[in-house]
């Protein structure tokens, strides 16, 4: 995982509620085990409607979306945050997500942001013309506007996230812990291994 300390660029001012994994990335894209390519089916139902934001040319390459409240609910498929990392998504900022896409979206170093509504309506204000900035050290949102909202996260997550730390890289890094704790258990119960052939 790439360390994530700070996204700054365009952001898609999306803003619809209630947004389920289905309508990030449908279920025709669910049989592939790759993550490379799933950002061509993120939002289709969403593109296929006629001047939709995804498409609108002056939010190409943008790295932050930001949508309404109950971000990333339904089914628990973590394609979708494989989805909006190939499509260049970043950060997502919202009032709030669905627990498992929030925890889908810490495991592949995308950055969920909660922030009250009022904070979202101002960016997407903001979005329309202008970048936007995350601090992941500062916990911080703002705007070339002087705006600057405050957002809360596990300090765990924080760490892991502008580490690049994923759950492989935090179990190798106690692979001296773990051959120690194997050795110890080797010695007291050598019974337990096969025996030679």
């Known amino acids: 995982m790439k360390p ?3 996204v700054d660029g365009r952001a898609i001012p999306f803003g619809r509620k209630n947004v389920d994994t289905d309508v990030i990335i449908s279920a025709e894209w669910l049989k592939t085990i790759s993550r490379e390519g799933l950002g061509a089916g993120a939002f289709e139902s969403v593109r296929a409607q006629p001047g939709n934001v995804f498409d609108d040319p002056e939010y190409a390459g943008a790295s932050i979306l930001i949508a309404g ?3 990333g609910c339904g089914s628990s498929r ?3 945050a494989w989805a909006l990392d190939d499509m260049g998504i970043k ?3 919202a ?3 669905s627990d498992i896409f929030s925890s889908n979206a810490f495991k592949n170093g995308l950055l969920a942001i909660a922030l009250p509504q009022e904070a979202i309506d101002r960016l997407m204000e903001v979005a329309k013309t202008d970048p936007i900035m995350i601090d992941m050290e500062n916990m911080t949102v703002t705007t070339p506007f002087q705006d600057r909202f405050r957002f809360e996260m596990d300090p765990f997550r924080q760490q892991c996230l502008m580490d690049g730390l994923d759950e492989i890289d935090l179990t190798m890094a106690k692979s001296d812990a773990i051959e120690a704790h ?3 258990i080797d010695s007291a ?3 337990h291994k096969p025996a030679a052939v």
Do not use: T
Request: glycine share 4%; hydrophobic share 40%.
């Open 4 to 6: 994530v300390r700070k």
């Open 69 to 71: 409240d109950n971000f």
């Open 78 to 80: 973590e394609h979708a």
């Open 91 to 93: 950060a997502i900022i």
């Open 95 to 97: 009032p709030s997500f």
């Open 182 to 184: 194997e050795k110890r």
């Open 189 to 191: 119960q050598g019974w």
